[in-house]
């Protein structure tokens, strides 16, 4: 079974300044993706990043970043610049590579609520 | 460019009378999903289609029924709400092939009363 944990239910952070949010994995499939999303008030998923199980280098994305680490099973998503428009819910999710019936599956983690202060 | 349209994006029905949400894509990919996202929750996948086939998660409701009648379109059924029935719900979908991510709908949010 594919579990998700993200253990910061809220963060808070100075506008201009880093943020690290947490997240790790558990799965016995050795194919997978890690997905961030945000999700502001409004209740949209906007897609962030993402880092699949073999690539080499840690993904980035403009002010994303993902902290892969493989042999610790974290993924976790570094804001960088933080902006008052970051302030959302952030959701870490991982996709098994399982075909079939379990066709690009994604468990989600319980969600990390940031908050951006000026 | 709107690519995943969740139509209406607030429905209030009444308890026990039949609600549809609508679901529609632009980019013709061939997965499309329902998730139900309770406040402050995870979203939690009902089903999924790739093109026809059908795929129900083990833990959906009976209430719970969907149709997709061309790569398009998706509906979510649900045939008689219960109070706990009230949530966001989001389509997503995804390409078989190239983006590995799932594109997500604006969601629609039910009320029930």
């Known amino acids: 079974a594919q579990k998700i944990t993200q253990t910061q239910p809220g963060m808070f952070v100075q506008e201009k300044e880093a943020v690290t949010l947490d997240c790790t994995y558990d799965?016995?499939?050795?194919?997978?993706?890690l997905f961030w999303y945000k999700q502001p008030s409004s209740g949209e998923m906007i897609f962030l990043i993402y880092?699949?199980?073999?690539?080499?280098q840690n993904a980035t994305e403009g002010r994303y970043s993902l902290n892969f680490q493989k042999a610790r099973k974290s993924a976790n998503l570094v804001i960088s610049a933080s902006q008052l428009g970051d302030s959302a819910m952030y959701f870490c999710?991982?996709?098994?590579?399982?075909?079939?019936?379990?066709?690009?599956?994604?468990?989600f983690g319980q969600g990390t609520i940031l908050t951006v202060h000026p | 460019d709107a690519m995943v349209i969740q139509n209406p994006r607030y429905q209030v029905t009444q308890f026990g009378k039949p609600v549809t949400l609508s679901c529609s894509q632009t980019l013709n990919h061939n997965v499309m999903y329902w998730y139900q996202q309770k406040s402050s929750q995870a979203p939690k996948l009902l089903f999924h289609?790739?093109?026809?086939?059908?795929?129900n998660e083990a833990d959906t409701p009976d209430n719970f029924q969907s149709r997709r009648p061309n790569t398009s379109f998706c509906f979510l059924d649900i045939r008689s709400p219960g109070l706990g029935d009230a949530a966001m719900y989001l389509c997503a979908t995804m390409g078989a092939r190239g983006m590995p991510e799932q594109f997500f709908g604006p969601g629609t949010r039910l009320t029930v009363l």
């Open positions: 799965t016995s499939d050795p194919s997978y993706g």
């Open positions: 880092q699949g199980s073999y690539d080499q």
């Open positions: 289609y790739y093109d026809k086939d059908f795929n």
């Open positions: 999710a991982m996709r098994t590579n399982a075909g079939g019936t379990s066709y690009g599956k994604l468990t």
